[in-house]
């Protein structure tokens, strides 16, 4: 059974760039597709975007709107991949949750409890 | 810039069905949108309940099942119990790897 963990920040400013790591036991990283997605408070949910292997390199995958905020990394020697959201504001407050991708298919099979992020000074 | 749909709310009776649907402001859901179903309750994080249009995860009863009903993603919930009581969020495959979530139906069991 794939088990997720995201660990970061309590707090981050307005501005500074937030952090988050999840650790990921059960499952090989080459074998998935690791995802990223949050919920603002009371809101719905939101897909951040994709790492994982395709034809023995690493891609990714952001959501449009995010811009060149969003970027992903994955250590395969730590079994955990990380997300770094750049110039973030009030409105990146959020619950983020790390997933991965059910077996053998796409989308989102299983996920982390979530890390609440609120951003303020 | 394409929105994926959901009923906002929707209500059913307990032991009733009811069938939740997914789509696109522009286009037809196919089986290439590689629809995925979640449910949440509030302060829990998302279950996933259906993959790949129709395929259950593990642990998730029978009576919730995935399919393609005319352009949209459907999710039928049968016998609905008290606990059915989430909100639903249905995720889609929007192509060149870019997924997006519905907004969710809040489904009342009453």
């Known amino acids: 059974q794939v088990q997720l963990q995201e660990s970061g920040p309590g707090l981050v400013n307005p501005s500074e760039t937030l952090s988050l790591t999840c650790k990921v036991s059960g499952a090989s990283m080459t074998d998935s597709y690791w995802s990223w997605i949050r919920q603002p408070p009371g809101k719905g949910l939101e897909w951040i975007g994709w790492?994982?292997?395709?034809?023995?390199?690493?891609?990714?995958k952001s959501n449009p709107s995010l811009g060149s905020r969003v970027t992903m990394s994955l250590d395969t020697s730590k079994n955990q991949f990380s997300l770094n959201l750049a110039s973030v504001t009030a409105a990146d407050t959020a619950v983020y949750y790390c997933a991965s991708s059910p077996d053998g298919s796409y989308g989102v099979g299983y996920w982390g409890q979530g890390t609440l992020v609120p951003v303020s000074s | 810039q394409t929105v994926v749909t959901q009923e906002p709310s929707f209500s059913v009776s307990p032991g009733g069905t009811v069938t939740l649907t997914c789509g696109l402001s522009?286009?037809?859901?196919?089986?290439?949108?590689?629809p995925n179903w979640f449910q949440q309750t509030p302060g829990q994080a998302p279950r996933t309940l259906i993959y790949n249009t129709n395929s259950r995860s593990s642990g998730v009863p029978g009576r919730f099942s995935g399919s393609i009903l005319g352009n949209k993603a459907a999710l039928t919930i049968a016998g609905a119990q008290a606990d059915d009581e989430s909100a639903y969020y249905c995720l889609l495959h929007l192509g060149s790897g870019i997924w997006m979530f519905g907004g969710g139906t809040k489904l009342t069991v009453l």
């Open positions: 790492i994982g292997f395709n034809d023995y390199s690493v891609t990714t």
């Open positions: 522009s286009g037809s859901v196919s089986t290439r949108n590689y």
